[in-house]
């Protein structure tokens, strides 16, 4: 796990972080971006803040513009 790279995105009310993280599986499940990511990216959510944790640099980086994406 210490080699593995996380985003972090931080909300000002955690239920916003709640409805992002659900929203982010869905898409993972469903959306073509993250399945091209294929299983190289773990999504998980704690109070105010959505987590991505991806196994090198560069998963992490496309995670992150699938994640603002799904958001936006």
Do not use: C, K
């Amino acid at each position: 796990m210490a080699d593995d790279w996380r985003v972090t995105i931080a909300f000002t009310n955690p239920a916003h972080a709640r409805r992002a993280f659900h929203a982010v599986r869905v898409h993972q499940a469903e959306g073509d971006a993250f399945r091209r990511l294929g299983d190289s990216v773990a999504v998980s959510a704690d109070g105010r803040q959505l987590f991505l944790y991806a196994a090198t640099e560069d998963a992490a980086r496309a995670a992150d513009r699938v994640v603002r994406e799904v958001l936006a």
